[in-house]
Structure formats: C-alpha cells, structure tokens
C-alpha cells in the first residue's frame, strides 16, 4: 500500500495538507521544521520523549512513542505525506518496517540508511566509495560491548 508520493502537481506547488514528518524532535528536526514552514508545508514530530524536546516548542502536531515500537510509528507514518530522520539511533530494519506498512516514503530510505546507522559500517562505505574519511580504529571495548571509533592523535 504505498502512497503515491510527488512533489509535483499541476501548479507546480504542494498540495496545502501535505505533512513532512521527522522521526525524533531534536534541535535538527526544529530548524528542519522551521524552514518548512516558511515553505508552506505542515509538519509533525515523533519523539520518545513526551515534552522535552526542542521542536515540542512550535510543532502542533507531535507523536511519543518509543523508537522500538513499530506499531506506533507506523500509526504517525500513516497521517504524513513523507518521514526523515532527525537521528541516527532508529534501526533500519524498524524503517523497513514502517515505510513497507504505511506506505510513506521515509527519505534518506532504509537502505541507505542501514549503511550508515552503524559507524564502522559507514566508514567503511564512504572507503569503498572513495570517499575520504579521517583516519580511524576501532576498539572492541568489552564494558561497553560496542564498537568505539577514536581518531589517532
């Protein structure tokens, strides 16, 4: 069921309901949101946190819900017209999820997005590209159990 998404319409502007909508409300996802609304387009915001967040501040339209609970996302992703990210910290398996049933075009789109949600993964894409990346290491830190990237001094 997906929804059919285009930025253009015979008068060459957006339709007056279309809803951009930012997965987190962080100080990004503000200054996103306020340069939509110079540009006409309505906006909504999910977040985990209920009233804490800077774009809480000047966005009607806010969601809270826990980034693992794709039930809930799904349900904000059904009343936008199209999701991005304010953050990193989403899964991309969750995204897949939630573009694949709500039908709403998530931008960058989940299989982008999965070659960078993880750093050495990202590193070693932008590499592959030819992109170049700073110099780096990675540390198998056992108290963290994670990946942590330093840069040589």
Known sequence: MEKNFSLSTESGHLPAHFR????????LA????????????????YSDRADSEPMHHLCPNMFTGSFDDVDAMIDFAKTCDLITLENEFIDSNILQKVQ????????????SFAKIEN???????????????TQWCTLAA????????????
Do not use: C, D, H, N
């Open 20 to 27: 951009m909508g930012f997965l987190g409300a962080g100080q």
């Open 30 to 45: 503000k200054m996103s949101a306020l340069k939509a609304y110079e540009l006409g387009i309505q906006v909504a915001g």
């Open 100 to 111: 694949k049933e709500s039908g709403t075009p998530i931008y960058p789109s989940p299989e």
């Open 119 to 133: 750093k050495l993964i990202e590193k070693q894409t932008f590499e592959q590209a030819g992109i170049p990346v």
């Open 142 to 153: 056992k108290l963290f159990k994670r990946i942590i990237f330093v840069q040589p001094l």
